[in-house]
Structures are given as C-alpha cells and as structure tokens.
C-alpha cells in the first residue's frame, strides 16, 4: 500500500514539472474557474460576430507557428490534435483543431475570445500575446483543420 502511495505521488510530481515546462499555464493572467468540467464554453454573441482582421500571410502564419510551439504545443501537440505531453495531465482535454466538425462550428471571433480569456486549465492569453497575435494564431490553429491544413501547417 505505502509503495503504491509513493507512486502515485511521484506521478503527481512529474505530472506538473510537465505541464510547468512545456508552458500550459505559463501565462501570467489566471484563467477563469468553472464551477463544472461539464459547462459550455460559449462566448458573447457580440465576440462570435467579430470578424478576424489579420490574412493568414505566410509571415503571419510563420510568427504564429512560433508562439504555438512555444506556448499552445504542450498540451494541444505540434499537430494542433489536443494530445500534447501535458495532456495526460489536464482535468479537461484540450482542443482538438484538426477536427475539422467541431472547428467549423466555431467563427474566428468566439476562437479569439477563448484564447484571450482562457478557462481553467487554459490560461488567458489576453495579457501576454497581443491582439495581432492572437488573430495570427487563430488563423494558424484554422489551417489543422483545412482540407490541406496539416500540409499547409507543416510547409510554414
């Protein structure tokens, strides 16, 4: 029994030097607790209405691969699949973006939104990306799901 309590400590401790280095939570805004792992994650309507005024240019897309890897890759993965290494690890699961279903349903403004404002475990990024980053990310987390997003991703 003590050993089986030993491990699972030292799983727990490993657990968060994972999600610590690999940058989930990293940002320095907290982001908002709900009260249930169940509850939509539903922004204004004014939010999904807000159109992205950022193009989806080659060095807009190449900048935000960049804070992808460094900052969203940990817990959604390099391939954008929601199966990062700190996954294993989140009470709820990331986003998957290269479900091209789940992501039509959402408009770049309700993606914008959610980044920026974060909900437990992902953190807000409001304050630690700026707004033309966080559009260029938007655009870049749009291409994983696109007919030839993975090729595109990979290209830039």
């Known amino acids: 029994m003590f050993w089986c309590l030993r491990r699972i400590a030292w799983a727990g401790s490993v657990a968060l030097t994972i999600v610590s280095l ?46 992808f890897k460094e ?9 954008g699949d929601g199966k990062g290494p ?6 709820r699961k990331a986003a998957n973006f290269t479900d091209a ?15 920026s404002n974060g909900r437990a475990p992902m953190p807000a990024w409001a304050d630690s990306f700026t707004v033309n980053q966080r559009w260029q990310l938007v655009n870049y987390i749009r291409a994983f799901s696109s007919p030839n997003g993975q090729a595109t991703v990979a290209a830039k």
Not at 86 to 91: E, I, N, Q, Y
């Open 71 to 79: 900052n969203c890759a940990g817990c959604h993965n390099e391939n």
């Open 101 to 115: 279903v789940t992501m039509a349903t959402m408009t770049d403004g309700e993606l914008f939104w959610k980044m």
């Open 86 to 91: 700190a996954s294993v690890v989140l009470p």
């Open 22 to 67: 690999v940058g989930c939570g990293s940002s320095s805004a907290d982001a908002p607790a709900t009260s249930s792992s169940t509850k939509r994650w539903v922004a204004a309507p004014e939010s999904k209405a807000t159109p992205n005024p950022v193009a989806p240019t080659p060095e807009n897309m190449k900048e935000a691969q960049a804070l």
